[in-house]
């Protein structure tokens, strides 16, 4: 079971990983608006970091894979909230953004209530 948790939280990491990269290459092409049809699907495709950050969800979708076929769906699906955890550390440290108190309160909160999911499907 730990190594099903821990092939969880690399999925969890790929999936932040690829947000991530998602995020800069939004900012480097200056965003995207859906008004623009199929100019903006284009512009994405040709941008490295939107590919990397398609690359790196698929990867993490099948590892998920592996984690759905051996938990129960109540324990593996809250352990997603982690990319809250790791998106609040990427944004203050990758993007600059200000992380308030508040936040670090959340994340706080994120984190004790995936301490006992993990603990409740833990039966020893």
Known sequence: MIWTFMLGLISIMLLSAGQTALKFGLNQIGGVSLSDG???LLKLLQTPWVIAGFFLYG???ILWLDVLSKLDFSLAFPMVALTYVFTLLIGRFFFGETVGWERILGVGFIL???FFLIRSGNPG
């Open 112 to 114: 004790i209530g995936v």
């Open 59 to 61: 990867i993490s979708a």
């Open 38 to 40: 199929l100019a903006v």
